[in-house]
C-alpha cells in the first residue's frame, strides 16, 4: 500500500534553514508528480510547491518562491523541500502529497516552528 513518511521537520530562527524529506513507498514513484502542502494552526491546508515525475518542472506558492526548493530523487524513492531564509509564518505541519487515479494520499506530516 501507498505510504508517505516525512521527516526534517524541527524548531528553526527566523532566516535559518530545514531540508524536509519524504520517503514514499508502495507505488511506482517515479511515475507520479508529488506535492508539499502545509497546515498552520486554525488555518486551511494550503499547497506549497509540485514537482513533475521526471523533477524537470516545479511550481511553487507565491508566499514561498524562491527560498524553497522542491526536488526528488527517483532511485531512492524520496522528496525533498529545502526551505531556507525561513520566516515565524512558515510555522506549520508539512506534509507531501501522492495523487494517484484521483486518490489523495498523505504522510503524518513533520513539524517546523519558526521561531527566536
Known amino acids: 500500500q501507498v505510504q508517505l513518511v516525512e521527516s526534517g521537520g524541527g524548531l528553526v530562527q527566523p532566516g535559518g534553514s530545514l531540508r524536509l524529506s519524504c520517503a514514499a513507498s508502495?507505488?511506482?514513484?517515479?511515475?507520479?508528480?508529488m506535492d508539499w502542502y502545509r497546515q498552520a494552526p486554525g488555518k486551511e491546508r494550503e499547497l506549497v510547491a509540485v514537482?513533475?515525475?521526471?523533477?524537470?518542472?516545479?511550481n511553487y506558492a507565491a508566499p514561498v518562491k524562491g527560498r524553497f526548493t522542491i526536488s526528488r530523487d527517483n532511485a531512492k524513492n524520496t522528496l525533498y523541500l529545502q526551505m531556507n531564509s525561513l520566516k515565524p509564518e512558515d510555522t506549520a505541519v508539512y506534509f507531501c502529497?501522492?495523487?494517484?487515479?484521483?486518490?489523495?494520499?498523505w504522510g503524518q506530516g513533520t513539524q517546523v516552528t519558526v521561531s527566536s
Open positions: 508502495g507505488f511506482i514513484f517515479s511515475s507520479y508528480g
Open positions: 502529497q501522492l495523487n494517484r487515479n484521483g486518490v489523495n494520499y
Open positions: 514537482i513533475t515525475n521526471t523533477g524537470r518542472n516545479t
